[in-house]
C-alpha cells in the first residue's frame, strides 16, 4: 500500500522565519495531496491541498508544492506567527483512502 | 455550517469492557470515515463507508471491532471487549464522495478512549 514519509518530525523557527516541510510517497497513482494542522485537542484541519494537475499552489502564507517525477511534495509557511505552532501532517490518496504521514510538530517562538 | 460531530469527546473504561464511539458527519456528506491516531502518529483508516455501505473495512480489527451506518447518516463505532493497546483518539471524517480529486475530508474532534 501507500507510504507517505515525513521530515522533519519537529521543527523550531522563530516568529517571522520561514518553515518548511517535506513528504514523500510510494503509490504513483496518488493524485490528491492534502495537508493537516492538528491543534492539541483537536482534530485534523485542512489547510491546504493539491491535485496531480498543478506543481504549486499559493494561499496567503501557505504555499504547496508538488513534484511528481520524484514523488515528493512540501509545504512552505512564510512570515511563521506563533498561533501556526501546532502539528502538521501531509497525506496522500490511494485510491480513496488517505494515507497520512506521522507529522510535524512545528513551533514558532516569539 | 456545523463541522463533524463526535461524541463523547473523552472517555475512561477498564479493559475487557465495551465502548461505542458516535458520530454525525457534515450534512449532505454520503462519505463517512472512521481512524484511529495512536500518539504522535498519523491517522490511520479503519474503515469508510459510502452512504450505508461499508466499502472498506480493510484494517478494522473484526474481532474486535464493530462499525454501522444504518441509514446512511451518522455512525456508530464499537469495540468489545477493550483492550489496552486501543488507547488512542478515535477520529471521524466527511466528504461528499469518495476522496478523489474533488473532495476534501473534514475531521471532526475526536474522541480520546484509555483504556486501564
Known amino acids: 500500500g501507500e507510504n507517505v514519509e515525513q521530515h522533519p518530525s519537529t521543527l523550531s523557527v522563530q516568529e517571522g522565519d520561514s518553515a518548511v516541510i517535506k513528504c514523500t510517497y510510494s503509490?504513483?497513482?496518488?493524485?490528491?495531496f492534502p495537508w493537516y494542522k492538528q491543534e492539541l485537542g483537536k482534530g485534523p484541519q485542512l489547510i491546504i491541498d493539491i491535485r496531480s494537475n498543478v506543481g504549486e499552489k499559493k494561499d496567503q502564507r501557505i504555499a504547496v508544492t508538488l513534484n511528481k517525477t520524484a514523488k515528493h511534495f512540501s509545504l512552505h509557511i512564510t512570515e511563521t506567527q506563533p498561533e501556526d505552532s501546532a502539528v502538521y501532517f501531509c497525506a496522500a490518496n490511494s485510491g480513496y483512502a488517505l494515507n497520512f504521514g506521522k507529522g510535524t510538530s512545528l513551533l514558532v517562538t516569539p | 455550517e456545523a463541522g463533524v460531530v463526535q461524541s463523547p469527546r473523552y472517555k475512561i473504561i477498564e479493559k475487557k469492557q465495551p465502548v461505542a464511539f458516535w458520530c454525525n458527519p457534515i450534512?449532505?456528506?454520503?462519505?463517512l470515515y472512521w481512524y484511529l491516531q495512536n500518539l504522535g502518529q498519523g491517522p490511520e483508516l479503519l474503515i469508510r463507508y459510502e452512504n450505508e455501505e461499508a466499502v472498506d473495512d480493510s484494517q478494522l480489527p473484526k474481532d474486535r471491532f464493530s462499525a454501522e451506518r444504518l441509514k446512511g447518516v451518522d455512525s456508530t463505532l464499537k469495540i468489545q471487549p477493550a483492550e489496552l493497546g486501543d488507547s488512542a483518539v478515535y477520529l471521524c471524517?466527511?466528504?461528499?464522495?469518495?476522496?478523489?480529486?474533488?473532495?476534501?475530508?473534514?475531521f471532526g474532534p475526536g474522541t480520546r478512549l484509555t483504556v486501564l
Open positions: 450534512s449532505g456528506h454520503n462519505t
Open positions: 503509490d504513483s497513482a496518488s493524485n490528491y
Open positions: 471524517a466527511s466528504s461528499l464522495a469518495g476522496t478523489g480529486i474533488n473532495h476534501e475530508q473534514f
